[in-house]
């Protein structure tokens, strides 16, 4: 499966961005997608993942409350909510794929990867 994030860009403190990962070239809902974060100088770090269908969800703690994960099956997309961003939430951003049933929270458990976008918050 080949994976495409897009909606990042500038945002001010307060503001809300949806980030959007599509998927080609496998059954997607055969997939758990999950969504990380890198920021420079710092290892990648789980933001949020969702289950096959959709049904379980699960987020990192430095996001929870603020983000929401959610995707069309029927689009072969999977979607980043984010709002009440904080500067601390700049970093590039990336929806990754594993094959399976259990959402994971290392990024070490995903076999696809998109190429990322980035969000930057400013103050």
């Known amino acids: 499966v080949q994976l495409q994030a897009s909606g990042g860009g500038l945002v001010q403190t307060g503001g809300s961005l949806r980030l959007s990962c599509a998927a080609s070239?496998?059954?997607?809902?055969?997939?758990?997608v999950g969504w990380f974060r890198q920021a420079p100088g710092k290892e990648r770090e789980f933001a949020a993942a969702?289950?096959?269908?959709?049904?379980?969800?699960n987020y990192g703690d430095s996001v929870k409350g603020r983000f929401t994960v959610s995707r069309d099956n029927a689009e072969n997309r999977v979607y980043l909510q984010m709002n009440s961003l904080k500067p601390e939430d700049t970093a590039n951003y990336y929806c990754?794929?594993?094959?399976?049933?259990?959402?994971?929270?290392?990024?070490?458990?995903?076999?696809?990867w998109g190429q990322g976008t980035q969000v930057t918050v400013s103050s």
């Open positions: 990754a794929a594993r094959l399976g049933y259990t959402i994971n929270l290392d990024p070490r458990a995903y076999e696809y």
């Open positions: 070239g496998g059954p997607f809902s055969y997939y758990v």
């Open positions: 969702i289950s096959r269908g959709g049904g379980s969800t």
